[in-house]
């Protein structure tokens, strides 16, 4: 992850509601992320009572737990915690892959935000420089779902505005653009 985070925007989190997925797995560095995302969410003004916290076993087990939150659609946020910390064999490659596009899947099939706070590093001491150091991820984590939770409440907003103006125009047949009588004769009106 790179250091170069965005700066975090000034977000009225009150009425926001967050579903956090917190692995047990290196327990440790992994509350310290829910900690301090808890803490984001709370300076932004979001209720205790507004953030359902689930705990599943290790990261793989993150991505299930965040669609089965996502599909309850009471929530503007999903959020993934975890940490992968590289072993002797390749497989913390494998947790850290499929995680990622598991939880991606997860945003685009249930329109759900769903920030990807499974950290993945070499050895615990970048795990402690990403937790408890200067990165600070979970924070990190709390403001980008604070900010996404907001960039959906406006898209979701814009859309049902669409909705409705298309609504109105099919119950009002007067507002289709209809060809006039000429235009319709054409036979390049037939063409797609």
């Known amino acids: ?23 047990r797995f290196n327990q440790r560095f992994v509350d310290d992320m829910l900690a301090q995302c808890l803490a984001a969410l709370d300076r932004a003004g979001v209720a205790a009572e507004d953030v359902e916290t689930v705990r599943v076993p290790g990261s793989q087990e993150v991505p299930y737990a965040s669609m089965m939150l996502a599909k309850t659609f009471e929530f503007d946020c999903v959020i993934g915690l975890g940490m992968v910390i590289a072993g002797g064999t390749s497989h913390h ?33 970048q795990a402690e420089e990403r937790v408890t150091g200067a990165m600070n991820r979970g924070k990190a984590f709390g403001e980008s779902a604070l900010q996404m939770a907001e960039v959906k409440r406006r898209l979701v907003a814009r859309l049902d505005e669409l909705d409705a103006q298309r609504a109105a125009a099919a119950a009002d047949p007067s507002a289709w653009d209809t060809p006039s009588d000429e235009e319709s004769s054409s036979d390049d009106n037939w063409k797609l």
Do not use: K, Y
């Open 93 to 125: 490659e494998i947790i850290a892959e499929c995680t990622s596009d598991a939880l991606q899947r997860v945003a685009l099939d249930t329109e759900i935000p769903i920030i990807n706070g499974i950290v993945t590093v070499n050895n615990v001491e």
């Open 1 to 23: 992850m790179s250091e170069d985070l965005p700066s975090a925007a000034l977000i009225d989190g009150a009425g926001l509601r967050f579903g956090i997925v917190a692995a």
